[in-house]
């Protein structure tokens, strides 16, 4: 089954940074367009960006253009989200998602909170 595993969030002051994982399983990860949301308190879910099967195309919501960086590694059945310049309205619960044969799914969430 398919199954996605997010890990890296903590409390980080403004300004600052951190990297969140997310680990695929289940499917065939190299072939899949991977894609980070996230959720803030009483907010719908957002994304906030995806990458391309083979890793060379990033796009990203305006929001978070030119501080957040998406990357995977395919051996490793992993993609990266890359959180600079950290504002507390980034704070939020992070997801990783893919669609699978018009199925979506998502990990479990991993929260980033932005507070000094």
């Known amino acids: 089954q398919v199954q996605l595993v997010e890990s890296g969030g903590g409390l980080v002051q403004p300004g600052g940074s951190l990297k969140l994982s997310c680990v695929g399983s289940g499917f065939a990860f190299h072939s899949y367009r991977m894609t980070w949301y996230r959720q803030a308190p009483g907010k719908q879910r957002e994304m906030v960006g995806s990458i391309s099967p083979p890793g060379r195309v990033a796009n990203y919501a305006d929001s978070v253009q030119g501080r957040f960086t998406i990357v995977r590694d395919n051996d490793r059945n992993t993609v990266t989200l890359q959180m600079n310049s950290l504002k507390p309205e980034d704070t939020a619960t992070y997801f990783c998602?893919?669609?699978?044969?018009?199925?979506?799914?998502w990990g479990q969430g991993t929260q980033v909170t932005v507070s000094s």
């Open positions: 998602g893919v669609s699978v044969l018009g199925t979506e799914y």
